[in-house]
Every structure is written in C-alpha cells, then in structure tokens.
C-alpha cells in the first residue's frame, strides 16, 4: 500500500487568544481518538501563554506553527483535510471575514476556504463584543462561503459563577458531518 493509502487525514487545528484555549487539549484529544492525525497553528497572541504549548506539542508529536516560514523552508504540514478554529475570538473572525492574512493562523484559515475542505469555528465571544455589527457582518460572510459555526459562546459564567461547558468536540462534529 502506498503511504497516500495509509495516512490518516490531517486536521487543522488554529488556535486563538481566548481564555478557554488553555482547554484546547480536551479538542485535540478527542480527534486523535477519533483517528484524525493533529497539526496546531496558533495566533502569535495565543502563544503568549493562553495555553500549554509544551503539552500540545507532545501531544501532537509536531512544533505548534505561529510564525512564517521563511521561503526556503518547506511547508511545515500535510496539507489539510479539515480545519477547526477554536477557540475562535472576535478579532481573528473579523479579520478573516475581512480578507486579512497578516499573520500564519490568518493566512492558513483565508486559503482554506479555497481549498475546498471542511472548516468548522468554535467562537467564544462575550456577548458586549459580539453585539458589535461588523461581527454579525463577519459571521453571515463566511457563512455564505461555507464555513460551519457552532452555537455563540460568551464564556461568561452563570448564576454560580462557573463557565458553562465549551463543547470541544462539536469542532469534529461539524467537519465529519454533511
Ligand atoms: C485573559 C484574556 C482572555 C481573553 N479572552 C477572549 C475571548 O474569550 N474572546 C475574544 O474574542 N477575545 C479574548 N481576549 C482578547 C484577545 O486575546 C485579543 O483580541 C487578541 O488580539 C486576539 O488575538 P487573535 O485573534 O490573533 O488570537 C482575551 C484576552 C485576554 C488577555
């Protein structure tokens, strides 16, 4: 059998600042045992101490890409067969929305669309920033280019002050379904 054959389809998983990313190993877990093999791509934000970087990357068996390559370089992962942004924050789905490639996770979530795979987003955003209308605006435009969202979550806390469950494997859930 080929090595085409035989490897096991590669998720994207972009990673953003939000707080709930320090959780982003429950993710990342969960599609392993669901057979898909993990590459991390997180905003530079993110990799300023918004999760376990060390973790992440023995868990994945790869270095977590923020940065550009330089041209010489080879690309650093297979292709994709899905992509799955969570946590997804305001900043990065306006911006992406808006067509901006300024940073690694930016550029890789532009392309993708082109790509034609699966892309699946876990927003977590208070509800004071989604009320803004360019993220309404943002939403309806990938929408209509194909991206799959999950339900808002505003990480706020309830009556008892705990943070509801982010449901990390809704990600799956939506690139595997369809
Ligand atoms: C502790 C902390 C938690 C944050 N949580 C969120 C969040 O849940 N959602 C969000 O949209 N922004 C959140 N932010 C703000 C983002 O980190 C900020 O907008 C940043 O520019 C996002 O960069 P990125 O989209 O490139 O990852 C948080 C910031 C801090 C310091």
Not at 76 to 90: G, I, K, Q, S
Request: aromatic share 8%.
């Amino acid at each position: 059998m080929t090595e085409q054959a035989t490897r096991k389809p590669f998720l994207y998983v972009v990673v953003c600042a939000a707080g709930i990313a320090a959780d982003v190993g429950e993710l990342i877990a969960a599609a392993q045992e669901r057979d898909w093999e993990v590459g991390v791509i997180a905003s530079p934000v993110a990799m300023n101490g918004f999760f376990d970087t060390a973790a992440v990357e023995a868990r994945t068996g790869r270095p977590i890409r923020s940065a550009w390559r330089t041209p010489g370089e080879p690309r650093p992962f297979p292709a994709p067969d899905a992509v799955v942004v969570a946590p997804a924050t305001f900043n990065t789905v306006n911006k992406w929305a808006a067509g901006i490639a300024d940073t690694l996770a930016l550029g890789t979530l532009c392309e993708a669309v082109g790509l034609g795979v699966p892309i699946a987003v876990l927003p977590c955003v208070a509800d004071a920033l989604a009320a803004h209308p360019a993220y309404g605006d943002s939403l309806e435009r990938l929408r209509g280019m194909g991206v799959r969202f999950a339900e808002p979550y505003a990480g706020e806390g309830g009556q008892d002050g705990g943070r509801p469950e982010f449901g990390w494997k809704r990600a799956l859930d939506l690139v595997e379904h369809r």
